[in-house]
């Protein structure tokens, strides 16, 4: 495994550690509220780190086509489970605003993605 794939999966491994602590889904622990804060802090800042500051940059076309494929599924994934989130707490009558907010950032920064793309190119 070449360093750049090693990278890609190591960011990723400890990003979803981090979001699995974060959570947690089977409360094997109880955190005191200065942990929390910082834990919080640091999933926060190294999402921010792994999703907007950490540039790949395809070296031929067929990197991009594998980027823009990569790209694709996650939209679809991050869509279908927020869908499914939307209507699970719907059926619940207990929907949480932060589910639509979250689908409608993703639609509306694909959208103006797009028409950016299309009128520059």
């Given at each position: 495994m070449?360093?750049?794939?090693?990278?890609?999966?190591?960011?990723?491994?400890?990003?979803?550690?981090?979001?699995?602590?974060?959570a947690?889904?089977?409360?094997?622990?109880?955190?005191?509220?200065?942990?929390?804060?910082v834990l919080a802090?640091?999933?926060?800042?190294?999402?921010?780190?792994?999703v907007f500051v950490w540039r790949e940059r395809a070296a031929d076309e067929r990197e991009a086509a594998h980027r823009m494929f990569a790209d694709r599924i996650a939209f679809v994934t991050g869509a279908a489970v927020i869908v499914l989130g939307i209507a699970i707490e719907t059926f619940s009558h207990r929907l949480d605003t932060w589910?639509?907010?979250?689908?409608?950032?993703?639609?509306?920064a694909k959208a103006i993605a797009l028409y950016y793309s299309r009128s520059r190119w």
């Open positions: 070449n360093d750049k794939k090693f990278t890609e999966f190591s960011i990723a491994t400890v990003l979803v550690l981090l979001l699995v602590l974060l947690n889904p089977f409360h094997f622990w109880m955190p005191g509220t200065m942990q929390m804060l802090s640091v999933a926060v800042v190294f999402a921010v780190y792994a589910l639509v907010g979250a689908l409608i950032a993703m639609v509306l």
